[in-house]
C-alpha cells in the first residue's frame, strides 16, 4: 500500500512538471544567449558574468503601434525575444492598439493564458469554450477593466469606441506564441487544399480560392 501511495506521489509531481507552460528556472537567472548554433527547448544561458542590467531591460511600452492596417490594431510583444532576461521566468506581456472599431482577429496562444487589462477606450472581448460546446464567452471592457483568457482557447478584441483604445496583456510564458486563425487557415505556407477549405466551411471553392488570395 506504501509503494502505492508513493508511485501515485510520484506520477503526480512528474505529471505537473511535464504540463508546466515553460521551464522552472533552476538558478538565480537564465538570460537568453540566441547567438548559438545549439538547440534546445527554450534558448541557451548566457554565461552569467556577461549579464548586463539591458539584458532585463526594454523600452517602448509608452509608444503607441501602428494601427494603419487591415484590421485595425497593433501588437508590440515584449517576451524574450526582445528581453533576454525572461528566459525561463515564464512571463511575458504585450501592448496591444487599436483604432476606432479596429479588432485583434480570433486567435490563440499554444503556450499561454493571458490577462488583458485596458488602458484607455473600450474594448469587446470574448472566448470561445472548445468543442462541442463552443460558447461565446464575452463582455464589454472599460478603463481599468481586466479580463483572463484560459490557455489555448481562441480570443478576440473589438474597439467598440469611437477613439483609440490601448490594453496590456500579461502572458503566462517568456514565448507564448501566437495563431491567428484567418492566417492560419486560409495563409499557410503551402496553401491548403481548397477541397478541405470547400467542406470545412462549407463554401464555394472561388470563395474559398478568393479568401486565400487575401492571406
Known amino acids: 500500500m506504501a509503494t502505492y501511495i508513493l508511485l ?15 521551464h522552472s528556472p533552476l538558478q538565480d537567472f537564465c538570460v537568453a544567449e540566441p547567438n548559438t548554433p545549439v538547440l534546445v527547448n527554450g534558448l541557451v544561458c548566457k554565461d552569467p558574468k556577461l549579464v548586463q542590467a539591458d539584458d532585463f531591460f526594454f523600452s517602448g511600452l509608452h ?78 471592457l472599460q478603463k481599468g477593466d481586466v479580463f483572463v483568457y484560459p490557455v489555448n482557447l481562441i480570443h478576440f478584441e473589438r474597439n467598440v469606441g469611437y477613439g483609440n483604445a490601448v490594453a496590456i496583456a500579461a502572458l503566462s510564458s517568456q514565448n507564448p506564441g501566437a495563431i491567428t486563425i484567418t492566417n492560419a487557415v486560409f495563409g499557410s505556407k ?26
Not at 503526480?12 to 515553460?22: E, G, K, Q, R
Request: one cysteine or more; proline letters at 8%; hydrophobic letters at 40%.
Open 63 to 140: 509608444l503607441s503601434g501602428n494601427t494603419s492596417n487591415p484590421v485595425g490594431s497593433k501588437v508590440t510583444p515584449f517576451n524574450v525575444a526582445q528581453i533576454p532576461g525572461l528566459n525561463t521566468l515564464g512571463v511575458s506581456m504585450a501592448r496591444v492598439d487599436y483604432a476606432p472599431w479596429g479588432v485583434n482577429p480570433p486567435h490563440f496562444h499554444p503556450r499561454a493564458s493571458q490577462m488583458l487589462t485596458v488602458l484607455e477606450g473600450t474594448l469587446e472581448v470574448g472566448f470561445i469554450t472548445s468543442n462541442p460546446e463552443n460558447r461565446l464567452i464575452t463582455k464589454v
Open 8 to 22: 501515485l506521489a510520484f506520477l503526480a509531481i512528474t505529471c505537473s512538471v511535464a504540463l508546466a507552460s515553460d
Open 190 to 215: 503551402p496553401d491548403i487544399s481548397s477541397d478541405i477549405l470547400v467542406k470545412a466551411f462549407q463554401l464555394d471553392k472561388n470563395v474559398i480560392n478568393y479568401i486565400q488570395s487575401q492571406f
